[in-house]
T-cell receptor, first 112, second 115 residues
Framework: DAKTTQPPSMDCAEGRAANLPCNHS???????VYWYRQIHSQGPQYIIH???NNETNEMASLIITEDRKSSTLILPHATLRDTAVYYC?????????????FGQGTELSVKP | GAGVSQTPSNKVTEKGKYVELRCDPI?????LYWYRQSLGQGPEFLIY????????DSGLPNDRFFAVRPEGSVSTLKIQRTERGDSAVYLC???????FGYGYTFGSGTRLTVV
């Protein structure tokens, strides 16, 4: 079972920041948080991952709380092309192959 | 190639038939994963290869499903005696390795429809 909880859907205005929350209260000390997104009819696309420090790349920023029980993915200036299902995933430990267990995700709709 | 390639992109088969789905991972990627995605659901893990061997097949739903990766590159997912409930998008992903630093790259999937 997925170890994360996300809201099923969110709306965001084009050009504004999209803040997608994720709860992972049972995360273990060596488990990373990954974010992927899936645009309709495509395979999931890697966005970002982190362990305990905040991370930023060209796509997004990841803010992880100090207790690591929740995180927020931030798309700083959402565009219509960011409309997708966003998955927050706690990656299972290495002795299980590092497989990703997907939950239901958050369906983000960016509106003009 | 530049990405993970899956063929065919669409497959329609009759109930009871045998199907093979192919995945060409990114060159040099040692880890390969198969997932299945039903409508409105997140991808569901099926099996994972590290090199030629299946390191974790705990997600395969039953013994009608089997996957191989004989040379550590291309993989084939095989489904025997297909049932209507097998209809889904089958996704393949590859990764340089299995440690936490490596993300997956997914293909666009094969949409399987069993009629």
């Amino acid at each position: 079972d997925a170890k994360t909880t996300q809201p099923p859907s969110m709306d965001c205005a084009e050009g504004r920041a999209a803040n997608l929350p994720c709860n992972h209260s049972t995360i273990s000390g060596n488990e990373y948080v990954y974010w992927y997104r899936q645009i309709h009819s495509q395979g999931p696309q890697y966005i970002i991952h982190g362990l305990k420090n905040n991370e930023t790349n060209e796509m997004a920023s990841l803010i992880i709380t100090e207790d690591r029980k929740s995180s927020t993915l931030i798309l700083p200036h959402a565009t219509l092309r960011d409309t997708a299902v966003y998955y927050c995933i706690v990656r299972v430990g290495n002795n299980q192959g590092g497989k990703l267990i997907f939950g239901q995700g958050t369906e983000l709709s960016v509106k003009p | 190639g530049a990405g993970v390639s899956q063929t065919p992109s669409n497959k329609v088969t009759e109930k009871g038939k045998y199907v093979e789905l192919r995945c060409d991972p990114i060159s040099g990627h040692t880890a390969l994963y198969w997932y299945r995605q039903s409508l409105g659901q997140g991808p569901e893990f099926l099996i994972y290869f590290q090199g030629t061997g299946a390191a974790d097949d705990s997600g395969l739903p039953n013994d009608r499903f089997f996957a191989v990766r004989p040379e550590g590159s291309v993989s084939t997912l095989k489904i025997q005696r297909t049932e209507r409930g097998d209809s889904a998008v089958y996704l393949c992903a590859s990764s340089l390795g299995t440690s936490f630093g490596y993300g997956y790259t997914f293909g666009s999937g094969t949409r399987l429809t069993v009629v």
